[in-house]
């Protein structure tokens, strides 16, 4: 089954403790994208990759390193989490590095908590 | 990316046509259509895209206006799984090098009834 897997699902930590966050795609799609998504922002794009070894800013990159070493993986580090990093990522995939007029697919997200 | 304008809300009844409306008036001439929906707190669902023309695929359709100003997206019998918060996305660049962001405004929440 075409995916997008992301873990853990669920997490609470404390600030200052490195947490990663893991994305998967078994669908050889070139570009992937983090997402975050709080109330009354609407999701914005953190980092996203265009292929293996080409990654770039979003829209919130502060806080956040992502890599992208192999095509089906791209996992979101927070190197020192804060609280105001307490929300919903979501990761995505799509085909080509265009993206025009290609869906993206999503993770069913994971909803993170910063003490 | 171009800024689109969707109701806060809508409701339809079970098993009638849900009619979702979007505003795009910047829409570039190279700038997709996109629809994704989201179901409570579950990843965003792409539902269906276009260009300039109309689209349909086995879960909705996409009527595009001739100006490309505004769009509306038909889900033609809804059921209460269709109760979601639907995201209309305009960007990428066909023929060209975008590289596939999504701006993700408001939505509209659509809410089917019994």
């Known amino acids: 089954e075409a995916q997008v897997t992301q873990n853990p699902r669920y997490l609470i930590t404390v600030t200052g403790k490195k947490l990663t966050v893991t994305c998967s795609q078994n669908?050889?799609?070139?570009?992937m994208s983090w997402y975050r998504q709080d109330p009354g922002l609407g999701l914005r794009q953190i980092y996203y990759s265009m292929n293996v070894e080409v990654t770039d800013k979003g829209d919130v990159p502060e806080g956040y390193k992502v890599s992208r070493k192999e095509k089906r993986n791209f996992p979101l580090i927070l190197e020192s989490p804060s609280p105001n990093q307490t929300s919903l990522y979501f990761c995505?995939?799509?085909?080509?590095?265009?993206?025009?007029?290609?869906?993206?697919?999503f993770g069913d997200g994971t909803r993170l908590s910063i003490l | 990316d171009a800024k689109t304008t969707q109701p806060p809300s809508m409701d339809c009844a079970e098993g009638r046509a849900a009619n979702l409306p979007c505003n795009h008036s910047t829409i570039s001439g190279n700038e997709y259509v996109y629809w994704y929906r989201q179901i409570h707190s579950q990843g965003p669902q792409y539902i269906i895209h276009?260009?300039?023309n109309n689209e349909t695929n086995e879960m909705a359709s996409l009527i595009i206006t001739e100006d490309r100003k505004s769009s509306t997206l038909i889900l033609p019998h809804a059921t209460l799984r269709d109760t979601a918060v639907y995201y209309c996305?305009?960007?990428?660049?066909?023929?060209?090098?975008?590289?596939?962001?999504?701006?993700f405004g408001q939505g509209t929440i659509l809410t089917v009834h019994p």
């Open positions: 996305i305009v960007g990428g660049n066909a023929g060209g090098t975008s590289y596939g962001k999504l701006t």
């Open positions: 669908m050889n799609h070139e570009y």
């Open positions: 276009g260009l300039k």
């Open positions: 995505a995939s799509s085909l080509t590095p265009g993206g025009a007029g290609q869906p993206q697919h």
